[in-house]
């Protein structure tokens, strides 16, 4: 079997080839047009994604063998029996591609697919009036049939009449139903009976009236109003035997939900001979004249037919459908309307389906992971919201550029050796700063005289070892803030992490932080025992106590290289230097490609006065020279100057090699990473779009990475099957317990529980940077964070958790894990208003003029709409809140005003409209 081809594919299964390809490009296949060819896997994953219901639906059809001689005849009007190709693909090719032509005239094939190809003529009619109905008012679906209220049949009255003092000037629904002459200046044409724009037409008996009715299967025993229409659909009322398409084989029921355009606007299953509207069926009977409509009419049904297999409605309108596993990938910070686009919808109509879950939106708000996710699964999709990395990864592949692809399709000749690059990490005042000082000047002086060095946040030094010169390039920004800054915004920097633990001191609370910084970013250790000139020095005892931690001193038999130094005697640089390069060859392939353009990350920048941006680069891969187009997180510019660490300018920086920049735009910052580009002009627009990126992805106040309320869903999902812990309390001895108890809770074996870092003392940006990297859930036991600590929680979605007993905390994590600690939410009441009038208004809908009857009643807020005791609106909302002319966020009791319930109409004098919302019940 050669490659098949995208169209070939598309018509297999029965879409389009436009779909085809964006189904394609959705899973990341990137297919030029509908002719390109594609490789049989992909072609297999293509089908695979297109929900399969077609199959079943149409061979029962095919079976049929009274269909057999009617097809080949009348049905194919010649038209695409593409299949026919095939020698005599014996029966299932040529049976396949009938039944969706000749399928009309064989009605036991019942699949709500065929139905529309013999009611066709009537379909368009409807469809024109009927799709309003569907479209605005979500909450007033088909449950309520056109009952009770066609036979108001509101063409009533057409007099409107100004709502004389009443709050809105809007004419009530009394008056306008009254059949008086007609008023001017009543706005809003309230009875107006134009059935093409009057949202209730359906169910007015107007034409469209079957729409309301047809549901298949639904209600059959309701009272069609169309009556009219009834007289030419025997079958109209679905007979309550009649096989609805959910009991189709792989039918959902969703698709068959009557109302698309392409529904079975018959109500009629399509069942029994007499069900149809005959006229699809005469016409193949009479043969020509009847083929030319009805190639005409299939065509359409199968537009028809292919909208609804693919979309559903929600809450009144038709939305595209997902089958459950199609991924739609959004960048954080996306709104509804980018979402609408991915997946081909109206944002409007998302906006509805947004309300039937109970949150409102618009189009362009921001929306955060949670509220994407739900939505997803509501529509049948996967949505995956892509990290900042992802994100600019894919932003630069919009420019062609694929960091990725580009390095694996470098050759080992492309490879040269590159220096590792260094971390110096460790608790306050154990001599981080006057190690790289040590390091440096002691180098430095050797080559050059003077030695006078400026600090740029990085340099670079030569080492001998074994014979060579080997260089080692320094980050000269001691401690993990910086290392973990950088890797939260995705940067790899650093290769080899030197902890600095004093001899005369110990392990301290950062010497662990450090080093747990350095595991989770599963880079290599090299420990300097630093102080041991001071009295009191004990190498040795460091050395046991970091076994607790497992750093293994190779000494007694582990991996890890220990050194004695002194920074201030300058004792075992050297052989620290050394240290690090074993540790470097043993551990760590360092390679880079020179021989393109540079890449790599800022690690610090300024903005000088005189000479504007200052950013110190570290190159990862290529050269950087005076001249490139840069650009280097949100900056962007030309090359205009560089400078190394001993403020020498240089040319060209190659990987490994720290240099400062002058010549961007803005200043970046410490882990954004730099790029050359081929013009200024590429440089500019990745700058421009990293940017908006950013400001969208603040816009969206992205919530809560892991909590443990959602831990159990994560783990559902199959995202994480780990509970990182960061655990934190005011001594050592609580951490400790809560630690010993929490790795006691018996997790099963399907998820673990890891605690990535403890410590004593309060809640630190560096706690939440690690959180932030390694989706922790931070505890703090008796202690609490900062102000701005808790802000940048925030803002980065972290879950901290307070407590003052260990059994609670120890008990939510417990459940956490077993997934029962779910939110706890109670309704509130915000107040309650009575209807006292209705207005009806062509732009707002229905308004209920109403007083406010106990608290307040707000913008906004859910409702719903009681009636005699009964609820007859559920999860409504105050889309609209005056008072008089004006626009209120609230009103309180006592006051009248006139709301809105968005596209729900059905409101009476008498009702009462209630507001709540739901409030998290906080654990204690
Ligand atoms: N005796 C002795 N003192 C040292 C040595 N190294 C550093 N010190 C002293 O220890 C103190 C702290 O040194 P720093 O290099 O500032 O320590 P640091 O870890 O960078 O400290 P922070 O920047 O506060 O995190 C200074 O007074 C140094 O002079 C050493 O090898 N021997």
Not at 125 to 138: E, H, I, V
């Amino acid at each position: 079997m050669a490659k098949a081809r995208v169209h070939e594919i598309a018509k297999d299964i029965g879409v389009s080839s436009k779909e085809a390809l964006a189904k394609l490009q959705e899973m990341g296949e990137f297919v030029k047009s509908p002719s390109s060819t594609v490789e049989p896997p992909v072609a297999k994953k293509l089908r695979a994604a297109f929900p399969k219901t077609e199959e079943p639906a149409e061979k029962p059809a095919a079976k049929p063998t009274p269909k057999k001689p009617g097809a080949p005849s009348g049905a194919k009007p010649g038209a695409k029996p593409g299949p026919a190709v095939k020698p005599e693909p014996a029966k299932p090719e040529p049976a396949k591609a009938e039944p969706a032509e000749s399928k009309p005239e064989q009605p036991e094939a019942a699949p709500a697919p065929e139905k529309p190809a013999a009611e066709k003529p009537q379909a368009p009619a409807q469809s024109s009036s009927a799709p309003k109905p569907g479209g605005p008012k979500p909450p007033a679906p088909g449950p309520k049939p056109s009952g009770p209220k066609p036979p108001s049949a509101k063409p009533g009255g057409p007099k409107p009449r100004s709502g004389g003092n009443n709050p809105f000037g809007l004419a009530s629904e009394r008056e306008s139903t009254r059949p008086s002459g007609p008023r001017p200046g009543g706005g809003p044409r309230p009875g107006g009976p134009r059935p093409g724009n009057n949202p209730f037409a359906p169910r007015q008996g107007m034409r469209g009236g079957e729409r309301g009715g047809p549901r298949p299967g639904a209600r059959p025993g309701a009272p069609r109003p169309a009556g009219a229409e009834g007289s030419r659909s025997a079958g109209a009322p679905p007979r309550p035997g009649a096989p609805k398409p959910s009991m189709m084989p792989g039918q959902s029921p969703a698709p068959s939900r009557g109302n698309a355009p392409g529904g079975p606007p018959g109500g009629g299953p399509p069942r029994g001979r007499g069900g149809g509207r005959g006229r699809g069926g005469a016409a193949g009977a009479f043969g020509r004249g009847g083929s030319k409509s009805k190639a005409r009419k299939s065509k359409r049904a199968k537009r028809q037919e292919l909208e609804q297999k693919h979309t559903r409605e929600i809450g009144g309108v038709r939305v595209p459908k997902g089958d459950g596993n199609t991924v739609v990938r959004l960048r954080r910070g996306s709104s509804l309307g980018d979402f609408a686009e991915k997946i081909n919808a109206e944002p409007a109509a998302l906006i509805t389906v947004m309300m039937k879950l109970g949150e409102m939106a618009t189009a362009n708000q921001s929306l955060d992971e949670e509220t994407f996710h739900l939505l997803g699964e509501e529509l049948g999709y996967k949505v995956e919201i892509v990290s900042p990395e992802d994100e600019d990864r894919e932003l630069l592949e919009s420019f062609d550029i694929n960091l990725d692809d580009e390095a694996a399709g470098e050759s080992a000749e492309d490879l040269e050796a590159r220096a590792p690059v260094v971390t110096v990490m460790g608790h306050v005042d154990h001599g981080k700063t006057r190690l790289l000082d040590a390091i440096r000047s002691s180098k430095v002086t050797e080559g050059e005289a003077g030695g006078i060095t400026q600090h740029i946040g990085a340099y670079q030094v030569d080492v001998p070892h074994e014979g060579q010169q080997r260089a080692l390039t320094f980050i000269d920004t001691p401690g993990h803030e910086a290392f973990t800054a950088m890797r939260a915004r995705g940067a790899k920097v650093t290769d080899i992490a030197v902890l600095v633990v004093a001899a005369d001191d110990g392990v301290m609370p950062q010497t662990v932080e450090a080093l747990n910084h350095a595991k989770a970013a599963n880079v290599p250790v090299v420990v300097a025992v630093n102080k041991i000139d001071k009295e009191g020095a004990a190498p040795d005892k460091i050395r046991g106590q970091l076994t607790e931690y497992e750093l293994i001193p190779e000494e007694y038999g582990g991996d890890v290289m220990f050194v004695d130094v002194s920074a201030i005697q300058n004792i075992n640089i050297d052989e620290l230097l050394e240290a690090v390069l074993l540790t470097a060859d043993a551990a760590l392939e360092l390679t880079a490609n020179p021989k393109k353009a540079a890449r790599g990350v800022a690690i610090e920048a300024n903005l000088d006065k005189g000479r504007g941006a200052v950013a110190t680069v570290l190159v990862q891969s290529g050269t950087l020279r005076v001249g490139d187009n840069m650009v280097a997180g949100t900056g962007f510019g030309r090359v205009r100057a560089m400078f190394d660490d001993t403020g020498e300018a240089v040319e060209e920086a190659t990987p490994s090699r720290p240099v400062q920049v002058l010549g961007l735009s803005t200043v970046p910052r410490a882990g954004d990473s730099f790029l050359v580009t081929n013009d200024d002009r590429t440089a500019r627009q990745i700058a421009e779009k990293r940017e908006a990126a950013e400001r969208n992805a603040l816009l969206a106040k992205r919530r809560k990475r892991i909590t443990l309320e959602d831990f159990d869903q994560a783990v559902a999902e199959g995202k994480i099957d780990t509970l990182n812990l960061i655990l934190k309390g005011d001594v050592s001895g609580a951490v400790e317990a809560l630690e010993d108890a929490l790795l006691k809770i018996d997790v099963g074996a399907d998820v673990q529980l890891r605690v990535i870092h403890r410590g004593v003392g309060a809640i630190t940006q560096n706690d939440v940077n690690l959180a932030t990297v390694d989706n922790a859930v931070i505890i703090g036991f008796n202690v609490r964070p900062a102000e701005r600590v808790t802000s940048l929680a925030d803002r980065e979605g972290v879950d901290m958790r307070f407590y003052s007993v260990i059994y609670a905390a120890i008990d939510d994590i417990e459940a956490a894990l077993k997934g029962m600690l779910k939110p706890e939410y109670e309704e509130v009441q915000l107040g309650s208003a009575e209807i006292r009038e209705v207005f009806r208004s062509s732009k707002f809908g229905s308004i209920a003029g109403s007083i406010v009857r106990s608290g307040i009643i707000r913008r906004n807020a859910k409702a719903r709409l009681v009636r005699d005791g009964n609820v007859v609106g559920d999860n409504l909302a105050i889309e609209s809140l005056r008072r008089f002319k004006d626009d209120a966020t609230e009103v309180r009791d006592g006051f009248e005003c006139g709301i809105g319930l968005g596209s729900f109409n059905d409101l009476k004098e008498g009702d009462i409209i209630e507001t709540w919302e739901m409030r998290e019940i906080p654990r204690t």
